[in-house]
């Protein structure tokens, strides 16, 4: 053990972290929340004492966030837990990925696009089958079969270190975006850009929010359909902080974008690079805006007497993200998927363009999400004296 370790080891003895009004917000992002689990690893393993009580998820990272809200064991364990979910998955475990299934869904999108809407089925529900990971999802979570209850997150609600889970997902019929909150508190906010619904979550909450349009099909929930929870959430950081968070630690698969470059394409852009700008736009960028909005609001605070604040209160908000463009290292490991769907996505994307976000968030092989979980570790082993002195106040 060396000697960063060994200070930091006896701190945590000395000052024993405070885990009231602890919350982690866990962004979307496809196969790329992988590398959320590599930060949680470092976390757990340097801050034993730290557990956030309020866990709010979109996307792939409602997959984690309500993973560790249902593990019944220490906060170490169920992180491990979530560790050895995404080392064990597989493309063909998230969505059927045969020639065959991948070539008859896309040819009656385009049959029905190029008639007008005369011919093929009208009924196609996403690019891919996710059946695979309904099935993955429902082990792994312990939901029960039928109703797709997780009574895990009760009996942690109960047991009183989890104060509120919450599930973000987008209404299509009302296009508004809205957070499933399983928690005990009697009242939760109303009349906010986000709606929320008090609910004991499911896996069909959590099925909902990881619906990536298009690519995977919408989920029917209260009798109307609901998608990906990235869509319109212009507020990623606003439900943990309604539910009663002090201290947000957040976590974007995300890095920085590079300004000038020699690597930047020269070409014409292909569909698959368009496509992973608007994804980005969609799923990640709202973040950091979103950080950098209250941390405005926490200055002006400070600069006015707290009589003065009214119903306002400072809430510390931190961000982890890559150092290394996860697009790039998608764009590497592309040989390893599986053939079908390589075909497709070589007339998809430019084979020459350096990065691939679009298929970083698709690229569940053990390569890719193993290199994703090693560079979450590292960045935030890297940051943990800064996060500590966060976490801790």
Not at 206 to 220: G, I, N, T
Request: proline share 5%.
């Amino acid at each position: 053990m060396d000697e960063k370790t060994t200070a930091r080891s006896e701190a945590s003895h000395r000052s024993v972290l405070d885990n009231e009004g602890q919350a982690l917000v866990l962004s979307g992002g496809g196969a790329r929340a992988a590398y959320q689990v590599g930060c949680l690893r470092a976390l757990a393993r340097s801050l034993p004492d730290y557990r956030p009580q309020i866990l709010t998820g979109v996307s792939a990272g409602a997959i984690n966030a309500t993973h560790l809200a249902a593990f019944q064991g220490s906060w170490q364990d169920s992180v491990e837990a979530l560790v050895r979910l995404w080392q064990a998955m597989r493309t063909e475990k998230v969505y059927r990925t045969g020639l065959g299934q991948l070539a008859g869904r896309m040819t009656h999108w385009g049959l029905h696009f190029v008639s007008g809407g005369r011919l093929g089925r009208k009924d196609i529900r996403g690019m891919v089958n996710n059946q695979p990971l309904r099935r993955y999802l429902r082990e792994h979570l312990s939901a029960q079969a039928g109703s797709g209850d997780i009574p895990g997150i009760d009996r942690n609600l109960a047991d009183g270190w989890l104060k509120a889970l919450a599930v973000v997902t987008t209404n299509y019929a009302s296009g508004r975006s809205e957070a499933w909150v399983d928690t005990l508190q009697e009242h939760i906010w109303s009349g906010s850009q986000v709606t929320a619904r008090q609910a004991s979550l499911t896996l069909e909450h959590v099925m909902a929010s990881a619906a990536l349009p298009f690519f995977f099909p919408s989920v029917k929930l209260q009798h109307q359909w609901h998608g990906d929870g990235g869509i319109r959430l212009a507020a990623p950081l606003s439900p943990a902080m309604r539910l009663g968070a002090t201290r947000i630690l957040a976590v974007s698969p995300r890095a920085k974008p590079e300004i000038g470059g020699s690597e930047l394409p020269t070409s014409y852009p292909s569909p698959g690079q368009v496509a992973g700008v608007m994804l980005n736009a969609v799923f990640l960028d709202l973040l950091d805006f979103d950080a950098l909005q209250m941390q405005r609001v926490n200055d002006l605070l400070r600069r006015i007497p707290q009589q003065q604040w009214g119903r306002q209160r400072p809430v510390e908000v931190m961000v982890l993200r890559p150092r290394q463009d996860l697009g790039k290292i998608a764009r590497q490991s592309q040989p390893q998927m599986p053939g079908g769907f390589r075909f497709f996505s070589g007339g998809f994307g430019g084979r020459d363009e350096p990065t691939a976000d679009a298929l970083s968030m698709v690229n569940f092989e053990p390569g890719y999400i193993g290199q994703l979980i090693e560079f979450g570790e590292q960045d935030t082993l890297a940051r943990m004296d800064e996060i500590e002195a966060f976490l801790r106040g």
